[in-house]
Every structure is written in structure tokens, then in C-alpha cells.
């Protein structure tokens, strides 16, 4: 596609249930990524793929979240038993790696709030 | 990733020039300067980066030191659409490992 797609754009849900936020990326993109922005606040690292491997999970705030790559394209981000203190905006990114240059081009963002 | 500085908050009539300044006195000689923008309620826009020479494209031109120790963004005619946050970022390119670690950033305020 045209842009980095995201859904749903807004989600409502209790404290306690699962959810799934899903990130369409640019074609031919190798690189993914997702962040989350707290209210008020500034983006926080989750985690990459290159390609369908994520070498680096560490940012995932909890056991809570996982997040997996299906075809070097689509990634879907879960969250098990949410938390009120999940609510944010999740972003995705992907990006084209070359060498001189890497730039993220980011989704609208999923907002998630927990009640 | 090399930290950077910026200012918190910034003012720019409408019309003039915006020059959002950016100290990054620990870059390394394979960093380049990214910057990025988020306007209210989007995710961030790519801008324009660099690595030593200046750099101007179609949105912007970025001003690097000579030491490269520290660098200018410019929106040469702002308008009340530039009001954003503004994210000066240092990385080393070419590897999807070096993630962009976003700080504060500016919030620059375009005023008419």
C-alpha cells in the first residue's frame, strides 16, 4: 500500500481481555516496528522485526505482550489480560534498511483504552 | 545511539523562518541526524536527515556543524500546520537494529 496501515485505529476494552493490533506495511519493506505513546508522553520502544525474526524483545513491557511477523509483512501485536495501565496509542513503523539510510514511516496508531 | 538535546518548547510567527536547534555533542562519525515530526493526535513524520553536509529538501533544510557536534532544522515560511513536536534523532544507518530512540523533543508553536 500507499502508507503504513493500522487497525483498528480506536479500541475500547475491559481490564482483563485480550486484544489484537494489527500493522499493514509498506510493500517491500523489510524492516517493522512498534512503539507506544502513553498519553502526554513520548514513544516508547517495543520491538522490531527484520524480516519475520525479532532479535530484540527486550521493550516488550510484560510477558503480557507478544508480537508476530507472517510473511515478511503483516504483524500483529497482542496483549494478554490488558491493563488499565496499557491504555496508549501503539504505532508502527516500517522501514526499507539501505545503507545510508533508514527511514521510518509510521501508521496513524491504534488507540487502545482499558477500562 | 548519541544523546541529543533540544530545546522544550518553542514560538515561531507565521510566515518567519522556524530554526529548532539540536546538540548532539557525543555523535559518532557513522550517525546521521534524523528529524522527524509529530503533529497532534498523528505518529511521527519523517523530515529530513543528514550526515555532514547540509541538507534541503522539499519541507526543510537541515544545518550540520562543521564539528557536527550540533544542527539546525529550518522551516524557511512556517504555517500554524507546522505546530508539532520536533524530534532531532542520531543513528547509525543501514541496520534495522538501531532503532529510533525518540527523547523530548521541541514543541514548536506556530502563532499568527
Known amino acids: 500500500g500507499a502508507g503504513v496501515s493500522q487497525s483498528p485505529s480506536n479500541k475500547v476494552t475491559e481490564k482483563g481481555k485480550d486484544v489484537e493490533l494489527r500493522c499493514d506495511p509498506i510493500?517491500?519493506?523489510?524492516?517493522l516496528y512498534w512503539y507506544r505513546q502513553s498519553l502526554g508522553q513520548g514513544l516508547e520502544f517495543l520491538i522490531y522485526?527484520?524480516?519475520?525474526?525479532?532479535?530484540?524483545k527486550s521493550g516488550l513491557p510484560s510477558d503480557r505482550f507478544s508480537a508476530e511477523r507472517t510473511g515478511g509483512s503483516v504483524s500483529t501485536l497482542t496483549i494478554q489480560r490488558t491493563q488499565q495501565e496499557d491504555s496508549a496509542v501503539y504505532l508502527c513503523?516500517?522501514?526499507?534498511?539501505?545503507?545510508?539510510?533508514?527511514?521510518?514511516?509510521f501508521g496513524a496508531g491504534s488507540r487502545l483504552t482499558v477500562l | 545511539d548519541a544523546k541529543t538535546t533540544q530545546p522544550p518548547s518553542m514560538d515561531c510567527a507565521e510566515g518567519r523562518a522556524a530554526n529548532l536547534p539540536c546538540n548532539h555533542s557525543?555523535?559518532?562519525?557513522?550517525?546521521?541526524v534524523y528529524w522527524y515530526r509529530q503533529i497532534h493526535s498523528q505518529g511521527p513524520q519523517y523530515i529530513i536527515h543528514?550526515?555532514?553536509n547540509n541538507e534541503t529538501n522539499e519541507m526543510a533544510s537541515l544545518i550540520i556543524t562543521e564539528d557536527r557536534k550540533s544542527s539546525t532544522l529550518i522551516l524557511p515560511h512556517a504555517t500554524l500546520r507546522d505546530t508539532a513536536v520536533y524530534y532531532c534523532?542520531?543513528?547509525?544507518?543501514?541496520?534495522?537494529?538501531?532503532?529510533?530512540?525518540f527523547g523530548g523533543g521541541t514543541r514548536l508553536m506556530v502563532k499568527p
Open positions: 510493500s517491500g519493506h523489510t524492516a
Open positions: 513503523a516500517s522501514s526499507l534498511v539501505s545503507f545510508g539510510a533508514n527511514v521510518l514511516t
Open positions: 534523532i542520531v543513528r547509525v544507518a543501514g541496520n534495522a537494529g538501531n532503532m529510533l530512540t
Open positions: 522485526f527484520q524480516g519475520n525474526s525479532a532479535p530484540d
Open positions: 557525543t555523535i559518532s562519525g557513522n550517525e546521521y
Open positions: 543528514g550526515l555532514k
